[in-house]
């Protein structure tokens, strides 16, 4: 078994990943980069790393000896530090999502076509205990023929698109609520096993903070819909700024044989109907389920990570697929199937609504 050295970028999301790269016993985590210093001592500290391992200038930290980079700046970095970290003989674990434009994304799925280096992005969501275990019930065909699917990733963090105290701005002002769109199409298109195709958008304007008007993170709400390959449809809800607590990932699946969801309280109280359900009653009532994150059979090691189980699942998965020199399941071409969509729907919200084609990249 092979030791993975990484190296980290972006030490505030990146501070969990951490611990979650050192439950794993085939890595060691040997150079932390991030423009803070004070940030990048205590971290360093913390995990014992000598000051030679810690890195304030990119292109020096590319040339430690690492086998991997973990990209956890702000977006709008991802795909040139993606590109360069490739360039530099590096496998790539990408927070999500991968990209802001199209252009970037094609240098991304270019990058690592030529180069031949792993890509994955961190899609955490698609690792959630509950959707693993609706992934086996979707996959015995229980729900038969998938042809809805809604997503609502509603969460207020105004506090991380300004200082109010300061007026001044954090990075997320700019995006809109619809760019980030992996946490809801993530876990969709996985259970699905499908790809958009077309997208179209629309958003509710600045009701809540008409004095943020330029600052597109602010805008109240964005729907996207879109048509998928196979002839099923979607809709998924963002909003960044709605007061609604606790904040709400919701999701459902509607097939030709049955439904799930997980409910709109905090998420765990879902409800499941299937055929099997109607064998004695014709319409008997939907099934409780509880829709945990955190697998209760996961090794203790899984538990270190944020989001449940999902960090540790999802880093294994990569690992799984760099030893055996295989695709990734969030592969670079599946990266941009969760990321584009959301590109394109704000491009619709943004003008006239209408549908729009979404480029889908090839392998
Ligand atoms: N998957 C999830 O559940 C999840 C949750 C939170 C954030 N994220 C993603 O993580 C990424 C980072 O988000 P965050 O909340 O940590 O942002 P943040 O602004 O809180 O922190 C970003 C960090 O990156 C550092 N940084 C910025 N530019 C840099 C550069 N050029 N070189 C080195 N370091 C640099 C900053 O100093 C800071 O420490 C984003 O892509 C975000 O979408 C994902």
Redesign the pocket.
């Known amino acids: 078994m092979k030791t993975w050295n990484v190296g980290i ?6 501070r969990g990943f951490v611990s979650v790269f050192a439950a794993h016993p085939r890595v060691n985590v040997t150079a932390l ?4 210093q004070g ?1 990048l001592s205590d971290l360093g500290e913390a995990f014992s790393l000598p000051d030679s391992a810690l890195y304030t200038d ?1 292109d020096q930290f590319l040339d430690a000896q690492t086998d991997i980079i973990m990209v ?4 709008r ?2 795909a040139d530090m993606t590109v360069n970290a490739l360039q530099a003989g590096k496998h790539v674990l990408c ?3 991968a990209a802001y434009t199209v252009p970037d994304c094609e240098r991304i799925v270019d990058a690592v076509k030529q180069t031949g280096q792993g890509y994955m992005m ?1 899609e ?1 969501y698609c690792y959630f205990h509950y959707i693993r275990q609706w992934r086996e019930i979707i996959n015995q065909g229980k729900l038969g023929t998938i042809f809805h699917a809604e997503a609502e990733y509603i969460h207020e963090i105004e506090h ?1 698109l300004v200082d109010e105290q300061s007026g001044s701005f ?2 997320r002002h700019e995006r809109p609520p619809i760019w ?1 769109c992996a ?1 809801c199409l993530g876990p969709l298109l996985t259970l699905m096993d499908d790809r958009i195709v077309a997208a179209s958008g629309s958003s509710a304007g600045f009701h809540k903070r008409p004095e943020y008007s330029d600052h597109l993170g602010f805008l109240d709400m964005e729907i996207g819909l879109f048509r998928t390959q196979k002839g099923a449809l979607i809709k998924i809800a963002r909003s960044q700024v709605a007061p609604r607590y606790p904040h709400l990932v919701y999701y459902t699946l509607y097939g030709t044989k049955g439904y799930v969801e997980n409910g709109r309280g905090d998420g765990t109280e879902g409800r499941i109907w299937t055929e099997d359900h109607a064998k004695d009653a014709e319409h008997r009532p939907a099934e409780p389920m509880h829709c945990t994150t955190v697998d209760p059979d996961a090794p203790d090691d899984a538990k270190h990570g944020g ?1 449940g189980t999902s960090e540790y699942y999802m880093i294994r998965e990569f690992l799984d697929a760099l030893e055996a020199n295989v695709r990734p399941p969030i592969d670079v071409i599946r990266s941009m199937d969760f990321t584009v969509p959301g590109i394109i729907a704000h491009e619709s919200a943004m003008s006239d609504g209408n549908w729009r084609e979404v480029p889908l990249f090839e392998w």
């Open positions: 970028v972006g030490l505030r999301r990146g980069c991030d423009l803070d940030t990119y956890a700046t702000p977006i970095f991802h927070e999500q999502t961190a955490n991380l954090f990075w980030y946490h989001h």
